[in-house]
């Protein structure tokens, strides 16, 4: 087969047959095709889109492009949550103990954050020892050991994500729905789940500005999901201001530690809550989702979650007691307050400037290799919605020596507005069942 001939039938508004994409895809995870012959191609299903056969052939092309996980011998239900990212959603890293506690064995397998957004895996590596590179054996035996484990994508599971997806990254064609949809379905599929819970950021921080594209991208993840027989259920959830208070690796972790002892911020909980009460409830170990959510509330008040989450930084070689001395975790070493510059009410004008701010004190990767400090980031003294006076401080900067901190600070300032009123809108928009 010619690539080109492949590019031309889908410009001209044509599908692609079964043994074209799988031919397509496997040749370029090969390294037979030429990046910028596949760019072109890329390039085409970008404007023209794939349909539902198209999709379904591509993302299991893209699943047959390497090994899967063999949880054949898990007894309980297989488990995981995904989110489309965004700033400081770090839910994943109390879901996933809370779900253990209840029972379910969660082979979370992760990625790292670029651009604004941060990354499961940066967060974890914020405590000092603990590691997330794992071959899928020992992946494996963290699960059994813990009942979870946090780790990054293997090089076998999915190589052609891997390709596919730094050359979208390289050649500006990251945002496209089935694009985006294959490219993470490919992956969860891989981990042999019975129930994946999705979580669609919508708002200024996320990958998906408009609730409507969000939509979008979370149906045809569901249909693919469906198509291959995993339970599967979505929610669209507000990125419209940043989650909870912290912004940055090492203070979002304290914050989660608050969150296992049954505090820290409304929102942060509630989405925890919330969708693990929805996974219980896919899962069949809860028979609604009130029910699940209050099993959920009862392993994080209990002390049972985090427990596991200690047990399970422990066996991926991290000190467990940064979850009760947060003081434990890496420290910036100077804090500046950022303050209203009048009376009013918070308002997010962009979350992805708050985002930005967190990578410009170096916080934050703006090209795939570059390293992170994990303890600069932001703490917000007041959330979206409440009041504030002239002088009163918004949020604390911690930095490192001033390293960034007037570029932090010029894009805190592109990101709040202090507003005669302001009222944030609903955490929770919507569920795709
Ligand atoms: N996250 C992924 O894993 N893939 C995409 O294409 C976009 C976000």
């Not at 496997?26 to 890329?42: E, I, M, P, Q, V």
């Not at 954050?113 to 794992?134: M, Q, S």
């Not at 505090?263 to 919330?274: C, F, H, M, S």
Request: glycine fraction near 12%.
């Amino acid at each position: 087969m010619q690539l080109r001939d492949l590019t031309t039938k889908k410009r001209d508004g044509r599908p692609l047959s079964d043994d074209e994409i799988r031919w397509f895809i496997s040749a370029y995870t090969r390294g037979d095709l030429l990046d910028y012959h596949a760019a072109g191609l890329l390039g085409t299903i970008f404007v023209r889109g794939l349909d539902e056969r198209e999709l379904g052939t591509w993302t299991r092309a893209m699943l047959e492009s390497g090994s899967r996980l063999d949880l054949s011998h898990v007894q309980q239900p297989k488990v995981d949550k995904h989110s489309t990212g965004g700033v400081g959603d770090k839910v994943s890293l109390a879901l996933a103990p809370a779900l253990a506690a209840c029972g379910m064995a969660v082979p979370m397998i992760s990625g790292r954050g670029l651009g604004h957004t941060g990354g499961t895996l940066d967060k974890l590596e914020a405590i000092p020892g603990f590691v997330t590179r794992l071959s899928e054996d020992e992946i494996v035996r963290v699960l059994d050991e813990c009942g979870l484990v946090f780790a990054g994508q293997t090089e076998r599971l999915v190589p052609a994500d891997k390709k596919l997806y730094a050359l979208r990254d390289a050649t500006g064609l990251v945002e496209a729905v089935p694009l985006i949809a294959s490219s993470i379905m490919s992956k969860k599929l891989a981990e042999d789940l019975d129930v994946l819970f999705l979580d669609v950021k919508y708002g200024s921080g996320s990958f998906m500005p408009d609730p409507v594209d969000g939509e979008r991208l979370a149906r045809t993840m569901l249909g693919i999901a469906r198509s291959c027989g995993l339970k599967c259920s979505v929610a669209l959830t507000a990125m419209d201001r940043p989650l909870g208070r912290a912004v940055g690796h090492a203070l979002e972790v304290a914050e989660i530690g608050e969150c296992l002892a049954g505090g820290g911020p409304a929102d942060l909980r509630e989405l925890v809550v919330a969708q693990g009460g929805e996974v219980l409830h896919l899962a069949g170990a809860a028979s609604s989702h009130e029910e699940g959510r209050q099993r959920i509330a009862a392993v994080l008040d209990n002390g049972h979650a985090r427990t596991l989450f200690e047990v399970v930084i422990k066996a991926q070689g991290g000190d467990p007691r940064v979850v009760a001395r947060p003081a434990l975790l890496p420290q910036a070493p100077a804090v500046e307050p950022f303050v209203a510059d009048r009376d009013g009410f918070l308002s997010f004008h962009s979350v992805r400037e708050v985002g930005l701010a967190v990578a410009a004190l170096g916080g934050g990767r703006l090209r795939i290799d570059d390293q992170i400090d994990p303890a600069v980031g932001l703490v917000w003294r007041r959330a979206a919605g409440e009041a504030v006076r002239a002088g009163e401080t918004l949020c604390e900067i911690h930095h490192r020596s001033g390293h960034g901190l007037a570029r932090c600070q010029s894009h805190l300032t592109n990101a709040v507005e202090v507003l005669p009123a302001a009222a944030p809108g609903r955490l929770i928009l919507d569920w795709l069942r």
